[in-house]
């Protein structure tokens, strides 16, 4: 769904409502956590949270440091860096290094949607946004006792969630219609999507009927309907975010073996997108952000910027992302 995100930054009109990627991205962000962990839980009986981290970090921030040494060398390259934007952008980037770029752009009033000063780091709140959500949900997996051997931790940690995740929306709804940035760029207000997924993956483990009977709905309608929300042209903004959000929870429900959505979405074509994902998000805004300023985004500039885009990201993936994901830290002490 990334791809999405890529075709509205192109061009706004070839995916209306592409941006909403991100909200898809957080749902499924929620699950996938949520699944991982308890899978360590089952496999050793315990929740190691240092363990968890260390693969937050060595997932974010090698290709994260790269993109951003790489952008910072090519802006004066462009002719792109002067007195007025340089602080703005390297704060950017230094921010984002510590996971809070989403404030520091609240704080700075831009506007993600306008990005009138071009900034090539715009797009790491959503790093901020995930970095944040990975501090604080360990804390509730502590609170709710669910990193232990409890036979009352999943109920507990649903009971917990369940009102973070009314009072985040309640929260995003308010701030959409009164401070819009700080609506799409803050975590307590993004806390919901993420924590959605979440309770999704737990409630599936209890075998609620609710959920069974919804399993019953065609994969391969939601898939479409998906898909179809986020070409529509953008009528009430804040509904689409919860349609998206709505449809991408459905997904997650009913796709099963066997099913034609299966099939699509475990193509080895499709499966590797998903594997350079990460990288295709960091290195897709910072090309576009030097297209703009340079030789503009055309239709006809169109095939260059996608094929260099996909480039940075496979080389990043396979030499950067990879092997560090096969990097073994040998301090205990240190990663403590």
């Not at 993600?112 to 780091?121: A, G, I, K, R, S």
């Not at 006792?145 to 917990?160: L, P």
């Not at 260059?304 to 040998?330: G, N, T």
Request: net charge positive.
């Amino acid at each position: 769904m990334l791809l999405f995100v890529i075709l509205y930054h192109l061009n706004e009109f070839l995916a209306p409502n592409g941006y909403l990627g991100v909200d898809l991205f957080f749902v499924i962000s929620g699950f996938v956590i949520t699944k991982t962990i308890l899978k360590d839980k089952e496999r050793t009986g315990k929740i190691k949270l240092i363990s968890f981290f260390v693969r937050r970090l060595k997932r974010i921030y090698p290709a994260l440091i790269i993109m951003i040494l790489v952008t910072l060398l090519l802006l004066p390259y462009f002719g792109l860096l002067n007195v007025s934007n340089f602080h703005f952008y390297v704060k950017t980037a230094i921010t984002s290094i510590f996971g809070i770029s989403n404030i520091f752009l609240i704080y700075k009033n831009d506007n993600y949607f306008l990005n009138e000063e071009n900034n090539p780091f715009t797009h790491t709140w959503s790093l901020g946004v995930e970095e944040q959500f990975y501090l604080l949900f360990p804390l509730l997996i502590w609170f709710t006792g669910f990193s232990k051997k409890n036979h009352n931790s999943t109920r507990n940690m649903i009971m917990v969630l369940t009102p973070i995740t009314i009072i985040s929306l309640f929260l995003f709804l308010f701030f959409y219609e009164n401070n819009h940035p700080a609506a799409y760029f803050l975590m307590p207000n993004r806390f919901w999507e993420m924590s959605l997924g979440s309770l999704i993956f737990l409630l599936q483990r209890y075998e609620i009927l609710a959920l069974k009977k919804i399993s019953k709905i065609s994969p391969n309608l939601i898939l479409f309907l998906l898909i179809l929300s986020l070409f529509i042209p953008v009528i009430y903004a804040k509904f689409s975010t919860l349609l998206v959000v709505f449809l991408t929870l459905l997904l997650i429900i009913t796709l099963k073996k066997g099913s034609f959505s299966y099939k699509i979405l475990t193509k080895n074509n499709v499966v590797y997108i998903g594997l350079i994902s990460y990288s295709l998000y960091l290195w897709h805004w910072g090309i576009l952000a030097l297209s703009r300023n340079t030789i503009g985004i055309y239709w006809w500039t169109w095939p260059f910027q996608v094929l260099l885009i996909i480039l940075c990201s496979v080389i990043s993936y396979e030499y950067i992302e990879k092997k560090f994901k096969k990097f073994k830290f040998q301090s205990t002490r240190l990663i403590s």
